[in-house]
């Protein structure tokens, strides 16, 4: 029988994890098996437990389960103790060792795939959840001018912000102070695009040559990105480059083999 994994979430349908990681095992000769799962808000640790009594060996976790797993993790790695999210389980008998690839698969694209320098430069990171909290660390790592985190409810950002201090220069926000501010990188780590919605952005907060990167991904060009666009970025990123990279980081976790990620971003965007 294969080694099951599985990714979980709400909404899930739009997941690309499953033909990433069947590639990846394609690629390594695993035999192993990777299908998606749907929890209800309330469902997420029963999910997981039934998971685990089917024998699954390890799971990806996407929105809105990552500070949930952090919570039934039984050990955490240093990048997910510091971030309190987790988006990659390891089930070994009674243990559930939380990790989070998030931050190393974003850094990864935008450095490597995309060759964007973060250092020195102004960032503007959107939302305050899991998904902001998994990344800040690796971004703060790379030494930009300043790091700042924007909210709708601006305490959120702050208590991340105190958070994280003491890893680099880091300020906080809500959307509408941001209005006068020009940032190189703006990345947004909320849920909007799922929902097709849009981030209560102010105009004329995109600098000249600057990448905006949206963490979700679907067909076509996300709100967010549209919206960039419209305002002068000059580098438009999805999150296709991040799934695939921070895929690749949790099949090395649980296989001990690092796959290759060029030839399966570019599988998942036949145009480049």
Known sequence: MPDLYAVIGNPIAH????????????QTDQDMRYEAIFAPPDGFAIAVA???????????????FKLEACKISTRLTERAAVAQAVNTLVFDNDEILGDNTDGA??????????????????VLLMGAGGAARGVLLPLLEHQPQMLTIANRT???????????????SIASSNYADLAGQRFDIVINATSASLSGELPSLPAGVFAAESLAYDMMYGNGLTPFLQFAQQQGATHLADGIGMLVE???????????????????????????
């Open 15 to 26: 997941s690309k994890s499953p033909l990433i990681h069947a590639e990846f095992s394609r």
């Open 105 to 122: 698969g974003l850094v990864r694209d935008i450095v490597i795939n995309l060759d964007f320098v973060i250092t020195g430069k102004r």
């Open 246 to 272: 921070q895929a690749a980081e949790s099949f090395f976790l649980w296989r001990g083999v690092r796959p290759e990620t060029e030839p399966v971003i570019a599988m998942l965007r036949p145009e480049t």
């Open 50 to 64: 039934t998971f685990r009594q089917c024998g699954g060996k390890g799971m990806n976790v996407t929105v809105p």
């Open 154 to 168: 601006a305490q959120k950002a702050h208590e991340l912000q105190q958070q994280f201090s003491a890893y680099g």
